[in-house]
Each structure stands twice: as structure tokens, then as C-alpha cells.
């Protein structure tokens, strides 16, 4: 009987804390599994997003698998006149930003007598912040990789000029967790409180933990906008009608 007691006082106390906005390392993969599904199905003509298995890093004593969502070959298709009028910040947010908020596959779309700038978009668990994180490069055809100055303009209007306000605190350049080279990354900083905001006053988000396997999905509908990648609503209204 006393076990029995223990065991409800715990869930009770669950039941009580609220939650902090978090993701735990072993609740990563399942978020991870539910988002890249829904990302094949209601973005079909736009590149799978890929789970890559890794071990856990050398210097800790385990035998546990990590890894990590792997999407890559995002194509930005910029024409000559859309690099010409870059050169106006004016003309950059209001007449080009539906070509850099829409990466293009290039495995559907090959414009030989445009620019290509290939992207590719990791996202890695950061036992730090226990959170995802978005990290990211920028390429040429020919492989040369691109300076922070040229994906800029690949960015969708509202986080150039967030950029341009903040610079180096919002997009940082660091060392790839697993691949060892330097790539760029959304810092997560804050990233637990605005998440936690976006479930705030709806306790039904909990049951069930729905919170858990969504949590990517609801992530990435934020994090996405800043390099372009928007979650299609009805990969959102899954989400809602799976509370109701």
C-alpha cells in the first residue's frame, strides 16, 4: 500500500510542475519521427527529412545511439535580376521575398542560367538548452562553401533586419556536435520559453504527451520562417485537431 501512495503522490507532483518548455534527450527521436512523417506527407515535393544515426560522442562511456534530422539539397534559385536588386534593401523585402522564403528542390527545378545556392538543414538536440537546434550551410553548384554575407540574402526579409539589428546573437558560426566542422546554427537561447508559450492556458496539450510528439512540429513552425522553410497549415492542423 505505501508503494501505491508513493506512485500517486509522484504523478500528483507531475501533474502540478508546470512544464518548462524542455524536450529530454530521450524524447528527442520520437518528436523527431512524428515531424519528419508529417513533413513526407504534407510536403511531398520538397526533399524527406532524414534521421542519421550516430554514436554517442567518444568521450562518454556509453553505448547509447544518438543522431540527428538530416535535410539536404535545398536549392535557392536567385536570377540575375534578383542579385542585381539585392543591392536595395528596399526591393529585397517587398518584391523578392517569396523567391527566399521558398527554397526550391533542385531535384525538381534546374535552372541552368540562374545562380544555385544549395542549403543544407541539420536538426540536433542540444543537451544544454534541452532543445532542438537548427543548424545550417550554404553552398555553389561547384561545392565552394557560402559567406555569411551571401546567405544573408537568401533570407527572408525579417530576419535580415533582424540581423542587421542584432548581429551574432540571433544566427551564430560554431563547430558542427557531430561532423566536426564549422556550420552555422539558430541559437537556442529562449527557445524553452517561447515554446512553453505556445501552450500556455491549454493543459489538453499534455495529455497523453502529446506535447512530446509534437513538440517539433510546433518547434519548427517558428524556427523554420527565419531561413525560408515554412510548415504547410495543414501539417498545423493536424496538430490542433489532434487536441479537440
Not at 128 to 136: E, G, I, M, Q, T
Amino acid at each position: 500500500m505505501p508503494i501505491r501512495l508513493d506512485m500517486d503522490l509522484k504523478g500528483a507532483v507531475k501533474d502540478i510542475i508546470p512544464w518548462d518548455g524542455t524536450l529530454s534527450s530521450t524524447d528527442f527521436p520520437l518528436s523527431a519521427r512524428t515531424f519528419s512523417e508529417k513533413w513526407k506527407m504534407f510536403n511531398p515535393s520538397f526533399p524527406p527529412w532524414h534521421w542519421i544515426p550516430c554514436s554517442k560522442h567518444h568521450l562518454v562511456a556509453s553505448h547509447k545511439v544518438e543522431g540527428y534530422l538530416s535535410l539536404d539539397n535545398m536549392c535557392h534559385i536567385k536570377s540575375s535580376e534578383e542579385e542585381e536588386s539585392n543591392r536595395s534593401q528596399t526591393s529585397k523585402e517587398e518584391g523578392n521575398n517569396s523567391q527566399r522564403e521558398e527554397p526550391f528542390d533542385c531535384g525538381t527545378l534546374v535552372c541552368p542560367e540562374h545562380e544555385v545556392n544549395h542549403y543544407d538543414f541539420h536538426i540536433i538536440y542540444s543537451s544544454s538548452y534541452r532543445v532542438p537546434v537548427l543548424y545550417f550551410r550554404s553552398y555553389h553548384s561547384d561545392g565552394q562553401l557560402l559567406p555569411f554575407n551571401e546567405i544573408e540574402k537568401d533570407l527572408p526579409g525579417h530576419s535580415a533586419k533582424l540581423l542587421s539589428e542584432s548581429k551574432w546573437t540571433f544566427i551564430t558560426h560554431e563547430e558542427h556536435p557531430y561532423l566536426n566542422r564549422p556550420w552555422y546554427k539558430l541559437h537556442p537561447c529562449g527557445t524553452s520559453e517561447w515554446m512553453k508559450l505556445l501552450y500556455d492556458g491549454d493543459s489538453s496539450l499534455n495529455r497523453n504527451g502529446f506535447v512530446i510528439e509534437h513538440y517539433l512540429v510546433s518547434w519548427f513552425s517558428v524556427i523554420g520562417q527565419v531561413v525560408g522553410l515554412k510548415i504547410p497549415l495543414e501539417m498545423l492542423d493536424t496538430v490542433v485537431s489532434n487536441t479537440s
